[in-house]
């Protein structure tokens, strides 16, 4: 877990409120509490608080960060109706590390989140589909849930992500992803995201290079420089993403699948935001 200091917190709060702004986000002027709060505070609570907003919601209160802050109930409801902008803004970060930052070298990676355990998997009202069930190769074990697409700077810094159901193909989710990347970019990743066809489209269409660890019988051997080119940037993903895990709790609870990708976005802009304000 990463306590956020209170000039970290600052640093967050003002950035989220500038961005507001410059994209002309409007909200109700009576409101005691912003919409720059609300996400404030769902940031807190994700970096710091292991996702739990009551305790986020009693820390920004009680240190004075937001004397007027809403009960628990409110919040939860305040923070589902800016879902969308939290994804907004997210990308807007992004953009600073692919456009003024001119990064060109990224690293893609997946890992899976239960949104139960698969004893309880009859009983789940989160998601009740068999897409939702899916195997961990490197672990050896099934998951139901949800698995997050992480691509990460060369730094481990995320700049975009994507949520698929558990047996989505990890190839096929990073077809999606191509247009996240500036022209002329490489992406390292696994051997799951071998796809010849899409290599080839990446290259043809914005001259991306998808520079994916080969399997033993590939037609497109690496030489052994290269491997231990794609090795070495992939510990710099599996870094970002053990990042992410220890902020996780034991278990996110949510209600809805809504509610649960919701916290999971706070997980990966937190951990964004950390590494980007220093």
């Given amino acids: ?100 930052c001119c990064e060109l070298h990224y690293i893609i990676d997946s890992f899976p989140v239960a949104v139960c355990n698969n004893m309880r998997i009859p009983n789940c009202r989160i998601v009740n589909d068999k897409k939702w069930r899916g195997y961990t190769a490197s672990m050896r074990s099934y998951f139901y849930g949800v698995k997050v697409q992480l691509l990460t700077t060369g730094d481990g810094i995320p700049i975009a992500f994507h949520f698929t159901p558990g047996k989505t193909a990890d190839a096929k989710a990073l077809g999606k992803m191509i247009d996240k990347l500036p022209a002329e970019a490489s992406v390292y990743g696994d051997s799951a995201y071998l796809d010849y066809r899409l290599e080839d489209s990446a290259f043809e269409r914005k001259a991306v290079l998808l520079k994916i660890q080969r399997k033993s019988n590939s037609k497109r051997m690496d030489t052994v420089e290269q491997r231990r080119e794609k090795l070495k940037m992939r510990k710099r993903v599996e870094t970002a993403i053990s990042d992410i895990k220890k902020m996780f709790p034991r278990t996110i609870h949510a209600v809805t699948l809504d509610g649960f990708l919701i916290k999971l976005t706070l997980f990966v802009f937190g951990l964004q935001l950390s590494k980007a304000i220093n």
């Fill in 1 to 100: 877990m990463m306590m956020l200091t209170r000039d970290k917190i600052i640093s967050v709060f003002c950035l989220i409120d500038d961005i507001l702004k410059g994209i002309g986000h409007v909200e109700d002027k009576r409101r005691k509490v912003s919409d720059s709060e609300v996400i404030l505070t769902a940031i807190v609570s994700s970096t710091s608080f292991y996702g739990n907003h009551s305790s986020a919601i009693h820390f920004m209160k009680q240190y004075g960060f937001i004397p007027d802050m809403l009960d628990k109930s409110r919040f939860n409801r305040r923070l589902h109706q800016v879902g969308t902008l939290l994804y907004s803004l997210f990308e807007i970060v992004s953009g600073y590390f692919k456009e003024f």
